[in-house]
């Protein structure tokens, strides 16, 4: 899992026109450093022929 | 009949009783507003009460129904809303501040197949702010409560329909499902509730969450009713173009069908492990009657789960996060605390992150398509626990979330339903749930329906 420091929260939220002071950075990282941790595990089980859904209602397979 | 006993009886026996003029629309909607006044009031079920809207469109109906003019099985019935549909004239806040003077000037889409069904709205209900988060543990109005045990929460965030149906505050409610979001509190509260394929029912009007996942379902005390609701609220709407262009169909042509013949496929480790022992005995009790009438129990293997829920965690931040970017930059302070944050973290997620998170729904769909190829149904758990109590916080991960044997649905866009199977140790309610191929909302309902006959709770209502 990465770690992140609450400045670089701060400054990425700034990046976005979010106004975060360090208590609420400091809310925010563990929820955040676990989420992007799950999300590079997830990115690693992905097989490469999987796109995003085609805009619409999934397809009947039966 | 005492009004507690009016309260209690389905959609479907309202309508019928209405229709042959045995009960008058204005009886039963002055009995509503009686019990929303006291019960309504003390669980904190609805943030508007339409009293003198549902009298007058009562009247009416009476007047109709008296004129020969009945519009159907659910002409004169008692409806809530969700308060994230748009009724004209009405406030839509979606529980939040920042809502708080928005005013619709123009009926959802599903509102309007409603009005045209004949049903009577007798309020809009309570939600946890904004739909994101399942507790119903609202900021600005406080939480909404649970009838079988006051000091819970009735699951969110459609908190208020499960309240209010339990409770006997309606008969037919309208809700959202993102992350479980009717499922949730219908499991919590003992009543019924599907989440219609994605698509399939119309969003116009509806305060959105996140565009790739957002389904408007019905809510109801039987499985019956939940059919007739869809009956009214399914079909095409060329003003929201999500909604796919399939024509009207009957829900409930299968729904007496029972089980005999069908494959109920049940997956392992994700569904069950963790899952609280009572609420594993209530599904096994209802999976062996099913077994008992005909059915046929097959395994089935879903890989993945842990990286759907987070894809699913991910994508619904993230879109929420874009809905609401500029009410997040200039009124941040208007938000409560939790959604708040929830809507800050979606607005620092990498945009790679995102994208791969909406190629896992790609995956997810594959993997239920594998499994819906050795099955006709799938059966879980809805909730790993019970309800949690009034104030204890959620969490969002993938272990130990609430609704994280529903959200994988969602992000395959499948259609899905808890139906009450019975109670666990403490008498509160435990929820089953069964999810269909994409469209199958008829399969889904006519085994919740025979979940529903197999495992009658009688009289058993929450306490007065």
Redesign the interface.
């Known amino acids: 899992m990465c770690v992140m420091p609450e400045d670089e ?1 701060v400054r ?2 700034r990046e ?5 002071d360090h208590a ?1 950075a400091a ?2 990282r563990g ?2 450093e ?3 941790g ?6 690693e ?3 490469p022929d ?4 085609p805009p ?7 | 009949m005492s009004h507690a006993d009016l309260a209690f009886l389905s959609a479907a026996e309202l309508g019928h009783r209405m229709a042959r003029r045995e009960l008058s629309p204005v009886e039963v909607a002055r009995a509503q507003l009686d019990r929303i006044a006291v019960a309504g009031a003390r669980l904190n079920a609805f943030l508007l009460v339409t009293t003198g809207r549902a009298l007058a469109e009562a009247r009416a109906s009476e007047r109709e129904i008296a004129a020969g003019r009945a519009r159907g099985p659910l002409h004169g019935v008692p409806l809530a809303l969700k308060d994230l549909f748009d009724v004209a004239g009405l406030p839509t806040t979606a529980g939040a501040r920042i809502l708080a003077a928005n005013v619709a000037e123009r009926d959802a889409g599903v509102v309007e197949r409603l009005r045209g069904a004949g049903l009577v709205l007798v309020g809009k209900t309570h939600l946890h702010e904004f739909a994101f988060g399942t507790t119903s543990d609202n900021p600005h109005h406080g939480p909404c409560r649970n009838p079988w045990d006051p000091g819970r929460s009735p699951g969110g965030s459609s908190g208020g329909n499960g309240a209010a149906l339990a409770a006997g505050l309606c008969a037919a409610a309208l809700g959202t499902d993102t992350g479980g979001s009717i499922r949730i509190p219908a499991a919590a509260c003992g009543v019924a509730g599907l989440k219609p ?4 029912v119309s969003r116009r009007g509806v305060v959105p969450l996140s565009w790739s996942l957002d389904t408007v379902g019905p809510m109801a005390r039987t499985v019956e009713d939940v059919a007739l609701l869809m009956d009214a609220i399914a079909g095409p709407d060329p003003e929201d173009e ?1 909604c ?1 262009a399939r024509p009207a169909e009957s829900f409930a042509r299968e729904l007496e069908a029972g089980v005999s013949g069908l494959a109920l496929g049940v997956p392992g480790e994700w569904f069950f492990a963790g899952v609280e022992p009572g609420i594993v005995a209530a599904v096994e009790a209802a999976l062996a009657a099913l077994e008992r009438e005909g059915a046929r129990r097959v395994g089935v293997a879903t890989p ?1 789960m ?2 759907a829920h ?2 699913h ?2 994508i619904l ?1 993230v879109e929420a996060a874009a809905f609401h ?1 500029r009410w ?2 200039e009124r ?1 302070d208007d938000y409560g605390d939790d959604v708040r ?1 929830g809507l ?2 979606g ?4 945009a790679v ?1 995102y ?9 997810a ?2 993997t239920f ?1 594998a499994a ?2 050795r099955a006709d149904v799938l059966v879980t758990p809805a909730l790993p626990v019970a309800p949690l109590r009034v104030g204890e916080p959620m969490s ?3 272990e130990v979330a609430w609704n994280r044997l529903l959200t994988p649905f969602n992000l ?3 259609p899905a339903m808890s139906v009450p199977c019975g109670f666990d140790a403490a008498g509160l309610p435990v929820g089953l749930q069964v999810v269909g ?4 909302e008829a399969r889904v309902l006519r085994v919740a329906r025979a979940v529903e006959r197999a495992v009658s709770w009688g009289t058993r209502r929450p306490p007065p």
């Open positions: 929260i990425r939220a976005r026109g979010l106004t975060l609420r809310a925010l929820p955040f676990s989420l992007l799950r999300l590079a595990l997830l990115a089980t992905l097989p999987a796109a995003p859904p619409g209602p999934p397809r009947e397979e039966r | 394929t994605l698509g399939r999500a796919v993945g842990a990286e987070t894809a965690h991910a931040a970017g997040l930059r941040p944050r800050e973290l607005s620092l997620v990498p992150d994208v791969n998170a909406r190629r896992m729904q790609t995956v769909q594959r398509a819906l190829a969002r991960e993938p395959a866009g499948l191929a994409p469209f199958a």
